[in-house]
């Protein structure tokens, strides 16, 4: 009975010892899986992958930026969402103090979250303005942090440990999990930080991967990698969050000659995707993933069958299902009618 005990107490011990545990918020950031997206994959004749970056802990792509970047700040932040939530997870987690500022556009959700996450008076929503404008988010975050003693501002748009999260992790992770078999790279971009990296990594392994950047309307990328860099021509919105951009950011800037193409996707195709992402493989993703996932159908469209195409699933549904599944700001965007008919029962909100 003394060595039956001794042995299961041994084999206990050696099934314990092989469990891979994470440790904590930190420990659970990245190595997403990567999914195949069936029914693009038959529409298409390609392989097209999603980089599942809602399956982070904070749920959004944006966890990676905001661990690198809490290197170089650990208190102020200027966000258009996603990062400040990554942010302030990550703050919390470390026990540092996060005081948010954001256009008061974004989605409620966010809004709400990122109050439960820090001290509710510590999240600034602000008026949107243009970046030109003084009274943008990212220079009203800054002169806060100015303010006060031992603050940093983190400056995520234009702070390159952004960029640097994905240049080491993201991108080998794709690298590793295609066995290096990849055709094409694709998603939009805010920041830059996750397309930049992922662009220099993979151009760096292999210099025939194709690059191209996804625009939402009312940013200037597209214009500006289709003339050469010669226009910043913006016009129009986006239902998109957190993406599109009025300028090159230092987290692109040293990575534009990377860029092989750009697309422009439309809001109609962006919101058709939403749903068509929801029905046909069960994700329940946000308006900037399905911008991605349309951008990897058109770059598989462009080249060819047969190739094995990666974009971003930058986060979920949840973060925005106020907006994208009512029926009363469906149509006051205007696009009820980019939604196919047997889709339109998921439309459940009024």
């Given at each position: 009975?003394?060595?039956?005990?001794?042995?299961?107490?041994?084999?206990?011990?050696?099934?314990?010892?092989?469990?891979?545990?994470?440790?904590?918020?930190?420990?659970?950031?990245?190595?997403?899986?990567?999914?195949?997206?069936?029914?693009?994959?038959?529409?298409?004749?390609?392989?097209?992958?999603?980089?599942?970056?809602?399956?982070?802990?904070?749920?959004?792509?944006?966890?990676?930026?905001?661990?690198?970047?809490?290197?170089?700040?650990?208190?102020?932040?200027?966000?258009?969402?996603?990062?400040?939530i990554g942010l302030a997870h990550v703050c919390r987690a470390k026990g540092y103090k996060c005081v948010i500022y954001?256009?008061?556009?974004?989605?409620?959700?966010?809004?709400?979250?990122?109050?439960?996450?820090?001290?509710?008076?510590?999240?600034?929503?602000?008026?949107?303005?243009?970046?030109?404008?003084?009274?943008?988010?990212?220079?009203?975050?800054?002169?806060?942090?100015?303010?006060?003693?031992?603050?940093?501002?983190?400056?995520?748009?234009?702070?390159?440990?952004?960029?640097?999260?994905h240049l080491e992790t993201t991108g080998p992770e794709i690298w590793e999990q295609t066995n290096g078999q990849i055709?094409?790279?694709?998603?939009?971009?805010?920041?830059?930080?996750?397309?930049?990296?992922?662009?220099?990594?993979?151009?760096?392994?292999?210099?025939?991967?194709?690059?191209?950047?996804?625009?939402?309307?009312?940013?200037?990328?597209?214009?500006?990698?289709?003339?050469?860099?010669?226009?910043?021509?913006?016009?129009?919105?986006?239902?998109?969050?957190?993406?599109?951009?009025?300028?090159?950011?230092?987290?692109?800037?040293?990575?534009?000659?990377?860029?092989?193409?750009?697309?422009?996707?439309?809001?109609?195709?962006?919101?058709?995707?939403?749903?068509?992402?929801?029905?046909?493989?069960?994700?329940?993703?946000?308006?900037?993933?399905?911008?991605?996932?349309?951008?990897?159908?058109?770059?598989?469209?462009?080249?060819?069958?047969?190739?094995?195409?990666?974009?971003?699933?930058?986060?979920?549904?949840?973060?925005?299902?106020?907006?994208?599944?009512?029926?009363?700001?469906?149509?006051?965007?205007?696009?009820?009618?980019?939604?196919?008919?047997?889709?339109?029962?998921?439309?459940?909100?009024?």
């Open positions: 009975v003394a060595m039956l005990r001794k042995l299961l107490s041994q084999r206990l011990y050696s099934t314990m010892s092989t469990l891979k545990v994470k440790e904590g918020f930190v420990g659970s950031i990245g190595n997403t899986p990567l999914i195949r997206l069936k029914s693009l994959c038959k529409e298409t004749g390609s392989e097209i992958y999603g980089k599942a970056e809602f399956m982070n802990p904070g749920g959004s792509v944006k966890d990676r930026a905001a661990l690198y970047v809490i290197k170089d700040a650990e208190e102020k932040e200027g966000t258009a969402g996603n990062t400040g954001m256009p008061n556009t974004q989605s409620q959700e966010k809004i709400d979250l990122l109050r439960m996450l820090v001290t509710g008076a510590e999240v600034y929503p602000v008026p949107a303005v243009p970046f030109d404008d003084p009274n943008n988010y990212n220079h009203q975050a800054r002169r806060h942090a100015e303010k006060l003693e031992n603050a940093v501002w983190t400056n995520q748009f234009d702070n390159t440990a952004n960029r640097r999260a055709d094409g790279f694709t998603c939009s971009t805010g920041t830059a930080g996750t397309f930049a990296g992922v662009a220099r990594f993979l151009k760096e392994k292999n210099p025939q991967i194709k690059v191209f950047i996804a625009d939402p309307p009312g940013s200037v990328l597209y214009a500006y990698i289709k003339s050469g860099g010669k226009l910043l021509e913006r016009s129009g919105s986006s239902i998109t969050e957190g993406i599109g951009q009025g300028r090159v950011t230092d987290n692109l800037a040293s990575d534009v000659h990377l860029i092989d193409d750009a697309l422009h996707i439309p809001d109609e195709k962006s919101i058709e995707m939403v749903y068509r992402l929801l029905d046909e493989e069960g994700l329940y993703l946000g308006a900037s993933t399905a911008l991605n996932v349309v951008a990897a159908v058109e770059m598989a469209k462009q080249l060819g069958p047969g190739k094995k195409i990666v974009t971003i699933l930058a986060d979920g549904a949840y973060r925005y299902q106020s907006r994208l599944f009512s029926r009363k700001w469906i149509e006051s965007k205007n696009l009820l009618g980019a939604i196919p008919s047997h889709l339109q029962k998921y439309i459940v909100l009024p």
